[in-house]
Antibody
Framework: QVQLVESGGGLVKPGGSLRLSCAASGFTFSDYYMSWIRQAPGRGLEWVSY????????KYADSVKGRFTISRDNAKDSLYLQMNSLRAEDTAVYYCARPQEPYSNSGWDYWGQGTLVTVSS | EIVMTQSPATLSVSPGERATLSCRAS??????LAWYQQKPGQAPRLLIYGASIRATGIPARFSGSGSGTEFTLTISSLQSEDFAVYYCQQYNNWPFTFGPGTKVDIK
């Protein structure tokens, strides 16, 4: 069965860095575009970043552009989010998500359990 | 950036009643719209994509309609497990954006 398992969250000071990972299983990872989506405590959902199946194309929300870098290793069925220059407003649960069809962005039907990132001094 | 708005913010409904949730886009997103359900402490669940296509395993009481800038999610007869927050999301233009959500609670 399809599984997405995030890791790497934790408490970090403002200006610090973290690297999130998402381990995928149960499907052909290299066929799917992948995204990171976050949710601040008590708030709504915010799309953060996207990467194409071959890694050649990436997109970022303006709120993280220049600070976050998305990457993937198709040989390891893994997705990553390198987060630098972290701010208090980056505090959120971070989800990795897979769209329902290969080579498509038409709705994310599989989500990980989320990993909490807390940015605080 | 396409701004998504949802109304109402909160909808109080009795079990068995019909619920109608609205979503509006600041510019046309064609039919590239999805609806998600989220319960406390859980990841979102995809309900509808392509504005009106139910995702795999979604009960028939959930239906979506609309295109362009106006969309509706209808839950024909609310079950106890349907009380949750519902988000719409456009995937027509980068950045992909979500609405602020509609909370459906028990009347």
């Amino acid at each position: 069965q399809v599984q997405l398992v995030e890791s790497g969250g934790g408490l970090v000071k403002p200006g610090g860095s973290l690297r999130l990972s998402c381990a995928a299983s149960g499907f052909t990872f290299s066929d799917y575009y992948m995204s990171w989506i976050r949710q601040a405590p008590g708030r709504g959902l915010e799309w953060v970043s996207y990467i194409s199946s071959s890694t050649s194309y990436t997109k970022y929300a303006d709120s993280v552009k220049g600070r976050f870098t998305i990457s993937r290793d198709n040989a390891k069925d893994s997705l990553y989010l390198q987060m630098n220059s972290l701010r208090a407003e980056d505090t959120a649960v971070y989800y990795c998500a897979r769209p329902q069809e290969p080579y498509s962005n038409s709705g994310w039907d599989y989500w990980g359990q989320g990993t909490l990132v807390t940015v605080s001094s | 950036e396409i701004v998504m708005t949802q109304s109402p913010a909160t909808l109080s409904v009795s079990p068995g009643e019909r619920a109608t949730l609205s979503c509006r886009a600041s510019q046309s997103v064609s039919s590239n719209l999805a609806w998600y359900q989220q319960k406390p402490g859980q990841a979102p669940r995809l309900l509808i994509y392509g504005a009106s296509i139910r995702a795999t395993g979604i009960p028939a009481r959930f239906s979506g309609s609309g295109s362009g800038t106006e969309f509706t999610l209808t839950i024909s007869s609310l079950q106890s497990e349907d009380f949750a927050v519902y988000y719409c999301q456009q995937y027509n233009n980068w950045p992909f954006t979500f609405g602020p959500g509609t909370k459906v609670d028990i009347k």
